[in-house]
Structure formats: structure tokens, C-alpha cells
């Protein structure tokens, strides 16, 4: 097979991973705008290297022109959570598009503990090796310069501490393929428990930590607000009072009092307003 062969083949693939990673980074964006927590903290994307395609091929002898029915995976999307609640919110919202933008052609649900999803029942279960995710396979239209074409993309939802557990599993079930030494098994296994321990107290405080990054992205907002104003006043030949505020700002700013900024906003607002009408 020639790499123009592969160029062709993969293109489809590469295009519907860049537009599915563009659709779920806009969500995270807009709840973000919105002043909400989203549920997604990080997407990521990745076309199969041609070297895993052919190792998946050899190892369930997949014909070249079975490729497209028979791996799923070609196109495979990552959404990070950081909560368990998360990973079913987005699933959710993933089914809802089901016969919009997408088809949802088989759900697999590696979490342990019930499925918590509101269009989606049953029980899910962690893989034999500790494995939690919750996977989709979806059908994906795409239209590029080759025509038009639906193609499989495998989504993966999971939490940080599930990635992190992947993620090292992965790299060692690489180096070790089927061989991996029991005593590593048996502490990978443990510290799957400890990732579902680790979910589950943090699902418990998740209202205290939502409350806590609101409060902080909401000062970094009211901050920057401030600063563009400052800027304002300095760009309508207000210099002294551009410099009071700049003073004031900075020792609000050492007490870390986030009403007091927002009162300094509000003042700022009104001021420019009355420069402006003047
Ligand atoms: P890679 O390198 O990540 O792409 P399949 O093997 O896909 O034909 P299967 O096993 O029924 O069919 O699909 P499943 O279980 O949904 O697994 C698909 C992907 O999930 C895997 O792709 C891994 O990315 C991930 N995964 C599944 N099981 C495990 C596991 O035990 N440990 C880790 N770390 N990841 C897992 P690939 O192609 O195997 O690998």
C-alpha cells in the first residue's frame, strides 16, 4: 500500500477528528463564556498511526478492504472530565445529537458503578485489567475533497485520574504485550481502586471545588475587566486619574478581596461612562 494510498485513506478520518475536536473545544468555550463549570475539561484527537493499523490488522486478520467496517478506531476523540457526573453529562449530550450531526452506532460503559446517564441504562464494569472509560462508537459524515464519506470514531470519556491510570497501563502493557509481570498487575489493579476511591471523594466535594474555580475564573475576569479600563483612561488622556486607579487596583489586589474589586470595577465603569458623555 502506497502512502498515497494511506494519504487518501486517512484524510477522511483526519478531517472528522479536527471538526468533532473543534465541536466539543466550542462547548467547553461556550459554558465557559456562560460563568458555568463545563463538563469537559480537555478533547484530543488522533488519526490511528498507520504502524497500529496494521498491527491491529495482523493480529485479527482484517483484509485491507475490511479496514473501514472492521476498525473503529481509525479516528479516536478523548474528552477529559473531572468528574464521574461528567463523563455522563457528556455522554448525554453526545446521544442527544444521535441522528443530528452524528450516529451513535455502540456504547461501551467501562465505569464502575451505575449508569448514571439520563438517555442511556444499564450497568457498567471496569475491564479485567482495571480499564475505566466510557467509550462510543459513532458514524461521522464527512464531506472533503475526496467526496463524501462517513466514517467510525471511537470517543473516550474519562476522568484525570482515569487518563492518568490509562495512560500508564498503556505504556506498560506496550513494553510487556501479553507477558506483564503479576506483581505489576496487582499493583495496577490496586491502584484502579484507588482511581475509583480517588473519583468517588472527589464526586463528594465536587460542589465546594465548582464553587472554588467559579470564584477564581470570575476574578480573573473582574481583573481583567479593571485592566481594560485602566487602559481606557489612559487612552482618553485621563493619565492621573489612570494612575490613582492603578494604585488603588494594586493594593486591592494584595488583599485579594474580590468584592472590593468589583466595586472598584463598577466605579471604573461609571467613570468611563461619565468621561464619554462629557
Ligand atoms: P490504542 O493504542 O489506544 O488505540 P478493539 O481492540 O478496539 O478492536 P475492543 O477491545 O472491544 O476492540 O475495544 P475497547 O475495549 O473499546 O478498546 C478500545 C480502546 O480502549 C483501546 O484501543 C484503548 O485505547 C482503550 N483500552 C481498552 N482496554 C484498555 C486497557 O485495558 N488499558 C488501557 N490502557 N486502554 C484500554 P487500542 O487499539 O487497544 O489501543
Redesign the pocket.
Known amino acids: 500500500m502506497s502512502t498515497q494510498y494511506w494519504h487518501e485513506f486517512l484524510t477522511p478520518y483526519s478531517q472528522a477528528v479536527d471538526e468533532l475536536v473543534l465541536k466539543f473545544n466550542n462547548l467547553k468555550n461556550q459554558a465557559m463564556t456562560l460563568g458555568e463549570n463545563s463538563p469537559i475539561e480537555s478533547v484530543r484527537g488522533r488519526v490511528?498511526t498507520i504502524s497500529?493499523i496494521l498491527e491491529?490488522i495482523n493480529k485479527?486478520g482484517i483484509e485491507v478492504d475490511e479496514m473501514e467496517e472492521r476498525?473503529?478506531?481509525i479516528a479516536?476523540i478523548r474528552i477529559i472530565c473531572q468528574f464521574v457526573e461528567d463523563i455522563y453529562e457528556v455522554a448525554d449530550m453526545i446521544h442527544e445529537r444521535d441522528g443530528r450531526d452524528l450516529t451513535v452506532v455502540k456504547v461501551?460503559n467501562y465505569l464502575a458503578g451505575e449508569d448514571r446517564s439520563t438517555l442511556q441504562t444499564g450497568q457498567g464494569h471496569p475491564?479485567a485489567?482495571g480499564?475505566q472509560?466510557y467509550?462510543l462508537i459513532i458514524k461521522y459524515p464527512v464531506f472533503c475533497a475526496l467526496g463524501y464519506k462517513e466514517v467510525f470514531v471511537?470517543i473516550?470519556i474519562r476522568t484525570l485520574a482515569m487518563n492518568f491510570w490509562?495512560i500508564i497501563?498503556?505504556s506498560l502493557?506496550y513494553k510487556y504485550k501479553e507477558k506483564l509481570p503479576d506483581d505489576l498487575k496487582s499493583r495496577l489493579m490496586s491502584a484502579a481502586d484507588n482511581v475509583i476511591t480517588l473519583d468517588r471523594e472527589m464526586s463528594e466535594i465536587r460542589g465546594e471545588i465548582q464553587s472554588a474555580q467559579r470564584l477564581f475564573k470570575m476574578k480573573s475576569s473582574v481583573v481583567n475587566t479593571i485592566l481594560d479600563y485602566i487602559d481606557d483612561l489612559y487612552k482618553l488622556n485621563q493619565v492621573d486619574k489612570a494612575v490613582e486607579y492603578e494604585q488603588f487596583f494594586a493594593e486591592l489586589s494584595a488583599q485579594e478581596d474580590i468584592v472590593q474589586l468589583i466595586f472598584l470595577k463598577k466605579e471604573l465603569e461609571a467613570e468611563i461612562s461619565r468621561i464619554q458623555n462629557e
Open positions: 490511528k497500529s491491529k485479527y476498525i473503529l478506531d479516536g461501551k475491564k485489567s480499564y472509560s467509550h471511537e473516550q490509562s497501563e498503556h502493557s
